[in-house]
């Protein structure tokens, strides 16, 4: 009997015991999802990642990395800010760098930053926009045998919103391990497959699904992951503020409204592109003052939205306090 593996543990699963099938509208792909008995991680099959999927702009959280400079700060790198000790400093990697909002912030925290993304469009728009030479338009694997080469070591290394897309996630783990210094630390973060009203963001958004993300991890899967790939003292919190809420209610009570709400922020700031970009950013990249008050004006809208939706926002914040959207993590490598 045909057999597939867990990605994580390597426990064999029968292939006929799927859990659910999913055809991707950007390939036309048959997916299907297997959950580990062993260590509870899901994962879809076939299992390879598709690096121009990224570049393509087929989910249009891509467009924006390629338009704006990052400054607004996910939750998931606050908790990094928040959480990380203090007194550890030194040469930090961003693998999945983006449009560099992280980079940017960690650099002002003291860090000597490098990055790594395999999406050309985002790494010009960092050396562009930031002026931050140390980014790289490259895999892990290429980065790898780079660094290797020239004797590269790093003290942190982070990866927020980049495990899940993973097809070989454990060798990516070993390959971050290898360029830490002894001692040095990993960081980052996953969507959290129990949060609160996932069921609605599954149904109506592609972006937790192949080919864009393979993994789904909850709390105890994503401590299994790193714990088996030979980092010690894992710490894992479920990571929320209110305010991330109200885009998982409104879909909840109305569905998709996310291209008819990108529209309008398309017709208020006269660019199509731009409008797919959160407010912060496009405030924080306008050179235009006219721009700058069309954004604030968004912010206003935005404003009453979140007013209009808080009564229904309520009945969720306590269940939220414990399935928040991502999964925050920070881990060591021992030293031999």
């Known amino acids: 009997?045909?057999?597939?593996?867990?990605?994580?543990?390597?426990?064999?699963?029968?292939?006929?015991?799927?859990?659910?099938?999913?055809?991707?509208?950007?390939?036309?792909?048959?997916?299907?999802r297997y959950e580990c008995p062993n260590c509870d991680v899901h994962w879809w099959e076939p299992l390879k990642i598709i690096p121009e999927f990224y570049e393509s702009e087929f989910l249009e959280l891509y467009t924006a990395l390629h338009e704006v400079v990052g400054t607004r700060l996910g939750e998931y790198h606050k908790?990094?800010?928040?959480?990380?000790?203090?007194?550890?400093?030194?040469?930090?990697?961003?693998?999945?760098?983006?449009?560099g909002r992280?980079?940017?912030?960690?650099?002002?925290?003291?860090?000597?930053?490098?990055?790594?993304?395999?999406?050309?469009?985002s790494v010009d728009n960092v050396k562009r926009n930031l002026g931050i030479d140390t980014v790289f338009a490259m895999s892990l694997e290429?980065?790898?045998?780079?660094?290797?080469?020239?004797?590269?070591?790093?003290?942190?290394i982070t990866f927020f919103e980049v495990l899940e897309?993973?097809?070989?996630?454990?060798?990516?783990?070993?390959?971050?391990?290898g360029l830490l210094k002894e001692g040095g630390y990993i960081a980052g973060s996953v969507p959290n497959r129990e949060m609160v009203l996932v069921e609605s963001f599954w149904e109506y958004t592609h972006v937790d699904f192949p080919p864009h993300h393979f993994l789904r991890f909850s709390r105890k899967?994503?401590?299994?992951?790193?714990?088996?790939?030979?980092?010690?003292?894992?710490?894992?919190?479920?990571?929320?503020t209110y305010e991330e809420l109200y885009p998982y209610v409104e879909m909840k009570l109305f569905g998709k409204l996310h291209k008819l709400r990108n529209l309008v922020k398309g017709l208020v700031l006269g660019d199509k592109r731009k409008a797919i970009a959160f407010?912060?950013?496009?405030?924080?990249?306008?050179?235009?003052?006219?721009e700058k008050i069309r954004a604030y004006l968004l912010k206003g809208i935005k404003l009453m939205r979140n007013?209009?939706?808080?009564?229904f926002a309520f009945v969720y914040i306590k269940k939220a306090q414990h399935g928040g959207p991502h999964l925050y993590f920070q881990a060591r490598k021992p030293n031999d």
């Open 165 to 177: 897309h993973q097809d070989k996630p454990r060798e990516f783990l070993e390959m971050v391990k």
């Open 307 to 311: 007013v209009l939706l808080f009564p």
């Open 279 to 290: 407010v912060d950013d496009i405030v924080a990249s306008s050179t235009s003052y006219s």
């Open 221 to 240: 899967s994503l401590e299994n992951a790193i714990k088996l790939s030979g980092f010690e003292y894992p710490n894992v919190f479920a990571i929320l």
């Open 79 to 99: 908790a990094f800010f928040k959480y990380f000790p203090s007194n550890v400093r030194g040469k930090l990697l961003d693998v999945g760098c983006g449009n």
């Open 102 to 121: 992280f980079l940017k912030h960690a650099k002002e925290q003291g860090f000597e930053v490098w990055g790594i993304d395999f999406d050309k469009k």
């Open 1 to 32: 009997m045909d057999k597939v593996k867990c990605p994580i543990c390597y426990t064999e699963v029968e292939e006929r015991n799927f859990k659910e099938t999913y055809v991707s509208p950007y390939n036309n792909q048959e997916y299907k």
């Open 142 to 156: 290429e980065f790898y045998e780079y660094a290797k080469e020239r004797g590269l070591k790093f003290d942190v």
